[in-house]
């Protein structure tokens, strides 16, 4: 039997937290994207640029408390994490994290989590900015699908999100930000996310 690797059991961790789960799009009765594709792609931008395995694991699982605080048999997903992976894994979620288990994702909380989220990631800036890689490399895939998105059907985009085209765009400028002083504005991931934020802007990505 091949022996499974860490990497691998957070992978089977995350499919069994995010299985049934699917992308935002503009028609999902005629496209349903995994979840999983999103974990996937965070991943191979972390392997990019020589990530440790516990960004990796990090990367695999960094929705799982924001979307799933609670696994499918009833446990603690905090606590399954951090038995499986250790201390510094679960760190690297927590970090990666937009609110808090049960909280309301709402119009109403959008911009108080983002702030708080911002503000939390200013934290790590100074005391950890290594835990800010899984939050770029996240930031990064989800502004490449807005992106691709914008490309394909234009600004209706903007009528996935709790927020406002103007407010969402001010999140990913504001987080990327912080991702300059944490990795300089040359580190790679940067650099292509801030080519992202500007396509965002650009009106010209709308049909």
Same mark, same amino acid.
């Given at each position: 039997?091949?022996?499974?690797?860490?990497? $691998?059991?957070? %992978?089977?961790?995350?499919?069994?937290? /995010?299985?049934?789960?699917? +992308?935002?799009?503009?028609?999902?009765? @005629?496209?349903?994207? *995994?979840?999983?594709? =999103?974990?996937?792609? #965070?991943?191979?931008?972390?392997?990019?640029?020589? $990530?440790?395995?516990?960004?990796?694991?990090?990367?695999?699982? =960094?929705?799982?408390?924001?979307?799933?605080? #609670?696994?499918?048999?009833?446990?603690?997903?905090?606590?399954?994490?951090?038995?499986?992976?250790?201390?510094?894994?679960?760190?690297?979620?927590?970090?990666?994290?937009?609110?808090?288990?049960?909280?309301?994702?709402?119009?109403?909380?959008?911009?108080?989590? &983002?702030? @708080?989220?911002?503000?939390?990631?200013?934290? =790590?800036?100074?005391?950890?900015?290594?835990?800010?890689?899984? *939050?770029?490399?996240?930031?990064? $895939?989800?502004?490449? @699908?807005?992106?691709?998105?914008?490309? =394909?059907?234009?600004?209706? #985009?903007?009528?996935?999100?709790?927020?406002? !085209?103007?407010? #969402?765009?001010?999140?990913?400028?504001?987080?990327?930000?912080?991702?300059?002083?944490? %990795?300089?504005?040359? /580190?790679?991931?940067?650099?292509?996310? !801030? +080519?992202?934020?500007?396509?965002?802007?650009?009106?010209?990505?709308? &049909?």
């Amino acid at each position: 039997m091949i022996p499974q690797t860490k990497t $691998a059991q957070a %992978f089977a961790l995350a499919e069994w937290l /995010h299985g049934d789960q699917y +992308r935002k799009n503009s028609d999902e009765e @005629a496209l349903k994207i *995994p979840y999983l594709t =999103h974990l996937i792609d #965070v991943m191979s931008l972390l392997i990019q640029v020589g $990530a440790s395995d516990e960004q990796l694991i990090a990367g695999l699982l =960094h929705d799982a408390l924001e979307d799933q605080p #609670v696994t499918p048999d009833g446990q603690v997903t905090q606590m399954v994490i951090s038995q499986m992976f250790g201390a510094r894994v679960l760190e690297l979620v927590e970090a990666a994290t937009d609110g808090s288990a049960g909280e309301s994702r709402n119009s109403n909380t959008w911009k108080s989590r &983002k702030q @708080a989220h911002l503000d939390e990631m200013s934290v =790590h800036l100074k005391t950890d900015p290594q835990a800010l890689l899984v *939050p770029l490399a996240d930031k990064l $895939a989800n502004g490449q @699908a807005i992106v691709n998105d914008l490309h =394909h059907v234009g600004p209706v #985009v903007w009528d996935r999100f709790n927020a406002t !085209r103007d407010e #969402v765009i001010w999140y990913y400028t504001s987080a990327l930000a912080v991702f300059e002083s944490a %990795f300089g504005a040359d /580190h790679v991931l940067v650099g292509r996310l !801030r +080519r992202v934020v500007a396509a965002m802007t650009s009106q010209d990505q709308a &049909k």
